[in-house]
């Protein structure tokens, strides 16, 4: 058992849209990553995810609207739910995810991780 602390951790990594676990609990994984651009449109299947904003801002883009989520708000993404995370400048985010989570969904492309990097 051991404390993380969400701003070292971040501060250990520079590049956008690698996410990093810094915890398990349950099957889930706590991730935090960097977001700055546009992601890619993409769903899960079996998963719900959790996006909280740490520093930044956010916009989710859903087909049917935008949620823009302000540092201390968070969004729980359904399985099932097409979604594009949007950040115009870099975003600090936390994740909740299932261990078996990948991060562009049921999208295979370049920003595929198959095996996000373990930071602690």
Avoid: C
């Avoid at 890619?40 to 740490?54: A, T």
């Avoid at 949007?86 to 049921?106: I, Q």
Wanted: hydrophobic fraction near 40%; proline fraction near 5%.
């Amino acid at each position: 058992m051991q404390k993380v602390n969400i701003a070292d951790q971040l501060e250990r990594f520079s590049e956008a849209w690698s996410p990093r676990i810094v915890g398990e609990l349950n099957g889930q994984h706590v991730k935090l990553v960097k977001l700055k651009g546009e992601f890619v449109w993409h769903h899960h299947e079996e998963e719900d995810e959790l996006f909280l904003v740490v520093q930044g801002r956010l916009r989710m883009r859903l087909r049917d609207r935008d949620i823009d989520l302000d540092p201390g708000e968070f969004l729980i993404v359904p399985r099932g739910v097409e979604h594009l995370p949007v950040a115009d400048e870099e975003v600090h985010v936390l994740l909740f995810e299932p261990v078996s989570t990948l991060n562009t969904g049921n999208v295979r492309n370049e920003r595929t991780i198959d095996s996000p990097v373990k930071a602690v």
